[in-house]
């Protein structure tokens, strides 16, 4: 069993940057493979960024290639999953979700079928 709970959203200026944590438990936690989705009102929910279970390979959305960065840290037995976002657009206004899933590969990485466990989500809102 996994649990995430997802924090640091909030309202900020185009342009301007947030950093989005995800802090996960579970005995099994450090073999998940790691995702950042996003769901914008009456759209479907899409894939940001992920990251191996190792952290050895990360993997971006093409609109958000080199403004997002996404970590992850496993210091002292705590997991954190970050997601750094700059220059941020009020087409990045969604409300934002951490997923963890296992082997994922290819394709896999962007879909919110293949992925076990869900946050509860944050909402981020860029205003212009």
């Known amino acids: 069993q996994v649990q995430l709970v997802e924090s640091g959203g909030g309202l900020v200026q185009a342009g301007g940057s947030l950093r989005l944590s995800c802090a996960a438990s579970?005995?099994?936690?450090?073999?998940?493979?790691m995702g950042w989705f996003r769901q914008a009102p009456e759209k479907e929910r899409e894939f940001v960024a992920g990251i191996k279970d190792n952290g050895a390979n990360t993997y971006y959305e093409d609109s958000v290639k080199g403004r997002f960065t996404i970590s992850i840290s496993r210091d002292n037995a705590k997991n954190v999953v970050y997601l750094q976002m700059n220059s941020l657009k009020p087409e990045d206004t969604a409300v934002y979700y951490c997923?963890?899933?296992?082997?994922?590969?290819?394709?896999?990485?962007?879909?919110?079928?293949?992925?076990?466990?869900w946050g509860q989500g944050t909402q981020v809102t860029v205003s212009s």
């Open positions: 579970g005995r099994t936690f450090s073999s998940y493979d």
């Open positions: 997923a963890a899933g296992l082997y994922l590969y290819g394709r896999n990485w962007y879909s919110s079928r293949k992925y076990d466990y």
